[in-house]
């Protein structure tokens, strides 16, 4: 027999023998009956009306019974053990002349194998194999009629059970009497759970028993924050951490539940803790609604004050004393726990994924060690629910982790081991492989919130434990115990019992993870890592898909690009690398639309910061003349100076208008700057234009989205040119009239009056070819765009002389003009 039997439920790897998937099925039924909500306990009055039990109930045993308590979980010799528990009648007759009784174990013998004990926890209907029904003590129930329940208690000697000697027992209650429509004296129902018994001290080595106590969270801060004055305020999709800090909340009472424990080893998501931190100063949250893919940059109508500042500073102190508690360790997850296995499987090969994982491990460990004074380790990795195979392993590989957490399914024993082979093991490459125990840890699955499932895990964990500690008594094994990554407090306060009871029984140790990993491997253990096509369905079905991991990266390329122009690049940088890691937590396999909205929101805010750097949109420019200055505005709607961009005009047709380049451009904060670009027309007619800001440097890159504009060339014509050619004639012919006569007035003496009636020469000024020739190249100045862009005019100056000459650049102060502006916003983060 096979020391392990594997959860039904799971995936199953293909190659399994019938006999384990019979142990399979029998394993699956007992963790069923152990997760079987529990009846309401003693909510109403013997005989009144409850609701019956989903398991077990047929006509020939129509009885559900609970065992919600069993005061002693241990035995102990010459003690006395108290069960209590609810009995409902299931059946469509009225329950008559019925008691409950204790059954004495089959033969007094233990229960020496752990298939052994899945076949007891797999079976439903009384058995003979369930031992004898003691006759006392009994406890006599009242008529019951149908969908009516009772509660019981019983309590019996130890020595009453005639158990034969240390090991673990069935312990099992049952209901015998009549109904209405059967007198036959018969077992109605039964309930059946564990008991250990340890008499006499003995000489076995206890367990080392890792246990993990994970805190993780969904990510909550957004990629945006709000500024007053000089303080950064953190925007959060949501409050819910709030209720989670506070007494009674789930991450609260983990952090009490776990502040309890020796040898824990907490496993914490770094972004955890950078929240909380966020958390403890003011911070703003944003209203329901809000948190799609179309929000804009977060202010006070569309955000609201948060309230659990009080609740997070006390949570972070708390926590702070708990963790360095001596024999305890913390380990650091990437930071917001990217989900390494959805990487693994659909972005392997996607540039830049190895160093955002390596950058986000790093992360992982200073926020740690930084925000909880204690050492970490980080080369840890821990896919989703432990599930490996060859990609996640290399994945984890490249990225630097050597030790991996593991669910006992991926590495399932081989049926001829008679025995539970000890946690670690070597799985080449230089990684090291920590398996968890795949049955005690599937018993924390789920949420214990009923007396029932708290006690039947509590009794099934003793049992686990114990007979693996006396398999090889002299040859104590490492165990891990791993609980889901959201671990409830229910679920949490019955993991910390089971692992308290079993201590004080002394065949469990705890211990932490780097106790239990530099232990000796097991030769005979399982170390080969499945291929891919053996990783579970419904774990895949769950994975984030490729395309949203594409897009997450493909963040990274523009927000490169901001970073050249931005002269604070720290404001931006850190938070937005976190924000792309959040999109990619491993805590969006359980809130998938949420994940989806969260990863828009990171692309439209980064958009809307680039964005904020532009050309505003004009239509048309008119230049006159054969030479002028085209005039162009860039605006900075950001809170911070902007440099190493320039602004490229490309006509369509540069034959008809040659556009020389202009300098690099430094944009003030929150202000627009109008560039000045000589041109020079050929042609008549309109041209089309491309406004585009390129970054300078190396590798430029077009920054942003271009702008189109349409400029109406008004060149001088050739008849106005005859017309100033004709006028210069006719000027240079009068002016030697003019001196020719005066010349014959001299020789004849005349004293310069008009002799006769000879007409006197016009006044050149009076031509109207001169005025023609005075007004040639006035332009207009174009308003399009909102006044921020000018034309040029004039041959020799801007257009309407209303510019000042030099470098090109004017500053122009923005005003309230009622623009979206992202002030103070480009800057996210704690």
């Known amino acids: 027999m096979s020391g392990r039997s594997e959860r039904a439920g799971d995936e199953r790897l293909p190659g399994r023998r019938t006999a384990r998937t019979v142990r399979r099925f029998a394993a699956a039924l007992g963790a069923a009956l152990v997760l079987l909500p529990a009846l309401p306990a003693a909510a109403l009055p013997?005989?009144?009306?409850?609701?019956?039990?989903?398991?077990?109930?047929?006509?020939?045993?129509?009885?559900?019974?609970?065992?919600?308590?069993?005061?002693?979980?241990?035995?102990?010799?010459?003690?006395?053990?108290?069960?209590?528990?609810?009995?409902?009648?299931?059946?469509?007759?009225?329950?008559?002349?019925?008691?409950?009784?204790?059954?004495?174990?089959?033969?007094?013998?233990?229960?020496?194998?752990?298939?052994?004990?899945?076949?007891?926890?797999?079976?439903?209907?009384p058995s003979s194999w369930d031992g004898v029904a003691l006759e006392s003590p009994q406890y006599a129930?009242?008529?019951?009629?149908?969908?009516?329940?009772?509660?019981?208690?019983l309590s019996v000697a130890v020595s009453d059970l005639q158990l034969s000697g240390e090991g673990v027992y069935e312990l099992a209650v049952d209901v015998s009497g009549s109904t209405a429509d059967n007198q036959r004296d018969r077992a109605l129902g039964i309930a059946r759970t564990f008991l250990p018994y340890d008499p006499t001290p003995t000489?076995?080595?206890?367990?080392?028993?890792?246990?993990?106590?994970?805190?993780?969270?969904?990510?909550?801060?957004?990629?945006?924050?709000?500024?007053?004055?000089?303080?950064?305020?953190?925007?959060?999709?949501?409050?819910?951490?709030?209720?989670?800090?506070?007494?009674?909340?789930?991450?609260?009472?983990?952090?009490?539940?776990g502040s309890?424990?020796?040898?824990?080893?907490?496993?914490?998501?770094p972004d955890l803790l950078d929240t909380a931190l966020a958390m403890t100063k003011r911070y703003r949250v944003q209203k329901p609604g809000i948190a799609d893919s179309k929000k804009k940059a977060a202010k006070e109508e569309n955000t609201v004050d948060g309230t659990g500042s009080a609740a997070a500073t006390a949570w972070l102190e708390k926590l702070r004393a708990a963790v360095a508690k001596n024999g305890s360790q913390v380990v650091a997850l990437p930071y917001a726990d990217p989900d390494l296995a959805s990487i693994a499987h659909n972005a392997a090969e996607l540039q830049g994924v190895d160093t955002a994982l390596g950058k986000a491990a790093t992360a992982g460990r200073l926020t740690v060690e930084g925000r909880l004074s204690v050492d970490t380790r980080s080369d840890v990795a821990w896919p989703y629910q432990g599930y490996?195979?060859?990609?996640?392993?290399?994945?984890?590989?490249?990225?630097?982790?050597?030790?991996?957490?593991?669910?006992?399914?991926?590495?399932?024993?081989?049926?001829?081991?008679?025995?539970?082979?000890?946690?670690?093991?070597?799985?080449?490459?230089?990684?090291?492989?920590?398996?968890?125990?795949?049955?005690?840890?599937?018993?924390?699955?789920?949420?214990?919130?009923?007396?029932?499932?708290?006690?039947?895990?509590?009794?099934?964990?003793?049992?686990?434990?114990?007979?693996?500690?006396?398999?090889?008594?002299?040859?104590?094994?490492?165990?891990?115990?791993?609980?889901?990554?959201?671990?409830?407090?229910?679920?949490?306060?019955?993991l910390a019992t089971a692992v308290q009871a079993a201590q004080a029984g002394k065949w469990v140790e705890p211990v932490k993870l780097d106790v239990l990993a530099q232990g000796p491997a097991d030769p005979k253990a399982n170390g080969s890592v499945p291929a891919a096509t053996d990783y579970p369905a419904q774990a895949r079905a769950s994975e984030l898909p490729s395309s949203a991991l594409t897009d997450t990266t493909g963040i990274q390329s523009k927000l490169d690009m901001l970073m050249r122009v931005l002269t604070l690049p720290q404001r931006v940088r850190g938070p937005f690398s976190a924000a792309m890691v959040r999109s990619m937590s491993t805590e969006w396999r359980t809130e998938a639309p949420a994940g989806a909205l969260y990863r828009q929101g990171v692309d439209a805010y980064l958009d809307e910061l680039i964005k904020a750097v532009n050309v505003p949109q004009k239509t048309s420019i008119t230049f006159a003349g054969d030479t002028g200055v085209l005039q162009v505005s860039v605006r900075n709607d950001l809170t911070q100076p902007v440099t190493n961009l320039k602004l490229v005009l490309r006509p369509t047709q540069a034959n008809r208008l040659k556009i020389h380049p202009a300098e690099e451009l430094v944009l003030p904060a929150s202000q627009s700057v109008t560039l000045r670009f000589p041109a020079e027309a050929q042609n008549n007619g309109p041209v089309t234009v491309t406004a585009?800001?390129?970054?300078?440097?190396?590798?430029?890159?077009?920054?942003?989205?271009?702008?189109?504009?349409?400029?109406?060339?008004?060149?001088?014509?050739?008849?106005?040119?005859?017309?100033?050619?004709?006028?210069?004639?006719?000027?240079?012919?009068?002016?030697?009239?003019?001196?020719?006569?005066?010349?014959?007035?001299?020789?004849?003496?005349?004293?310069?009056?008009?002799?006769?009636?000879?007409?006197?020469?016009?006044?050149?000024?009076?031509?109207?070819?001169?005025?023609?020739?005075?007004?040639?190249?006035?332009?207009?100045?174009?308003?399009?765009?909102?006044?921020?862009?000018?034309?040029?005019?004039?041959?020799?100056?801007?257009?309407?002389?209303?510019?000042?000459?030099?470098?090109?650049?004017?500053?122009?102060?923005?005003?309230?003009?009622?623009?979206?502006?992202?002030?103070?916003?480009?800057?996210?983060?704690?």
Do not use: C
Not at 47 to 61: H, K, T
Not at 92 to 107: F, M, N, Q, T, W
Not at 449 to 457: G, S
């Open 203 to 257: 000489e076995a080595q206890p367990s080392k028993v890792t246990t993990l106590w994970p805190l993780v969270h969904a990510p909550v801060l957004v990629a945006q924050t709000m500024s007053d004055n000089d303080l950064t305020i953190p925007v959060l999709r949501d409050d819910s951490l709030a209720a989670e800090f506070a007494p009674g909340g789930r991450l609260y009472e983990l952090v009490e539940t």
């Open 260 to 269: 309890s424990l020796n040898g824990l080893t907490w496993v914490i998501d």
């Open 692 to 830: 585009e800001l390129w970054t300078t440097g190396p590798n430029p890159q077009l920054y942003g989205t271009a702008q189109t504009f349409t400029v109406e060339v008004t060149s001088v014509t050739n008849g106005v040119l005859y017309v100033f050619g004709g006028g210069l004639v006719l000027l240079l012919l009068a002016a030697l009239r003019f001196f020719r006569q005066r010349k014959r007035r001299a020789e004849n003496g005349d004293d310069g009056e008009p002799i006769g009636d000879a007409p006197l020469v016009d006044d050149p000024a009076d031509d109207p070819a001169d005025d023609a020739g005075t007004d040639a190249g006035t332009g207009d100045r174009d308003g399009a765009g909102g006044g921020a862009t000018e034309t040029g005019g004039r041959g020799t100056g801007p257009a309407g002389g209303g510019e000042p000459d030099g470098d090109g650049q004017t500053p122009r102060a923005s005003t309230a003009d009622g623009r979206d502006r992202a002030v103070g916003n480009e800057k996210v983060g704690p």
């Open 388 to 494: 490996l195979d060859q990609q996640i392993a290399g994945m984890a590989q490249r990225v630097g982790s050597g030790l991996l957490l593991v669910n006992g399914a991926s590495l399932p024993e081989p049926d001829s081991l008679k025995y539970t082979p000890t946690a670690v093991r070597p799985i080449g490459n230089g990684q090291t492989a920590v398996v968890a125990d795949e049955e005690v840890s599937a018993l924390f699955a789920g949420d214990l919130n009923t007396p029932q499932a708290q006690t039947l895990a509590v009794q099934r964990f003793l049992a686990e434990t114990f007979v693996i500690s006396r398999q090889e008594p002299q040859n104590p094994r490492g165990l891990m115990v791993m609980p889901p990554r959201a671990l409830t407090a229910e679920t949490a306060k019955v």
């Open 46 to 125: 013997a005989g009144g009306s409850r609701p019956a039990a989903d398991s077990g109930v047929s006509a020939e045993y129509p009885v559900a019974m609970t065992i919600e308590s069993v005061n002693k979980p241990v035995a102990v010799q010459n003690g006395t053990v108290t069960i209590s528990g609810h009995i409902t009648n299931g059946g469509r007759s009225v329950l008559k002349s019925a008691h409950a009784a204790v059954r004495k174990p089959a033969g007094g013998k233990p229960l020496t194998t752990r298939s052994e004990l899945a076949s007891v926890a797999g079976r439903t209907n």
């Open 141 to 153: 129930l009242n008529e019951l009629g149908p969908g009516q329940s009772q509660p019981y208690t």
